[in-house]
């Protein structure tokens, strides 16, 4: 995972590893994915990007 330091500012060091996310054409939100297993893990409620997580193409 992503380092935080220090800790409680809000702030993200590097990218989260081993994460992916596609949007979905018929809700139109992003959907997080775990690059081992290729399974579905979260869905964004408001229609924005998962923060450092990259994306699929």
């Not at 993200?12 to 992916?20: E, H, Q």
């Not at 081992?36 to 229609?47: A, I």
Request: aromatic content about 6%; overall charge positive.
């Amino acid at each position: 995972m992503a380092t935080n330091k220090p800790s409680g500012d809000n702030h993200r060091n590097g990218a989260v590893r081993n994460r992916s996310q596609v949007l979905n054409p018929q809700t139109g939100r992003y959907v997080k994915r775990d690059l081992n297993t290729g399974r579905f893990m979260d869905q964004k409620s408001d229609g924005e990007k998962f923060k450092g997580v990259r994306e699929e193409k």
